[in-house]
């Protein structure tokens, strides 16, 4: 496995949209090293979810990792091509994200609380789950990833953003890479 660098925003990849991949190449050894090495990169950056344009590849994929249910469990990190969301509600939400491609920075984001994902897993099983709450953040903020889109684009009010270490000190969070906030 590798760890792969992580563009950064101003990288025109970054604001492009992401191809399909077919059920096909989702076999193929070179896509199943390319899913170990995202999730490898993203628990090393550290962070909570990845996207492939933020490592240079053009294909709808993304990988993304909560904590288990019960405590002590092993996280375990998942992979999805083609997703596709659907909001449950109207309802939007607003908590704290970061991004590995713009390092540093906070902000309020609004987000749909609960979603329907559909896309296929890793052995390109259809995937057709209700995901809710801080995982359904990340799935969010992981999606637009492949639309092109950054967190930045979703705020409402930009007066929120903070750099991380004022964002600690005057604001009293903490940073929490596998907890609260979302940094992919
Ligand atoms: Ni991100």
């Not at 077919?22 to 550290?46: H, K, N, V, Y």
């Amino acid at each position: 496995m590798a760890i792969l660098d992580i563009l950064r925003l101003g990288h025109p990849s970054l604001r492009e949209p992401a191809r399909p991949v077919d059920a096909g190449e989702l076999a193929a050894p070179e896509m199943q090293s390319l899913i170990d090495d995202m999730i490898e990169t993203m628990r090393a950056a550290p962070g909570v979810g990845l996207a492939a344009p933020q490592v240079g590849r053009d294909l709808q994929l993304f990988v993304w990792e909560v904590e288990a249910a019960e405590p002590g469990a092993p996280a375990t990190a998942r992979a999805i091509a083609n997703p596709m969301i659907e909001p449950e509600s109207g309802e939007l939400i607003y908590d704290w994200e970061g991004c590995l491609s713009i390092p540093e920075l906070r902000g309020l984001v609004p987000r749909h609380p609960a979603i329907r994902l559909h896309g296929l897993d890793r052995d390109g099983t259809p995937i057709d789950a209700i995901v809710e709450g801080f995982e359904a953040r990340i799935v969010q903020h992981e999606n637009d990833h492949l639309n092109g889109v950054v967190f930045l684009d979703r705020m409402r009010d930009l007066r929120s953003l903070a750099f991380r270490e004022e964002w600690e000190r005057y604001l009293g969070r903490t940073e929490e890479p596998s907890g609260k906030n979302v940094v992919g």
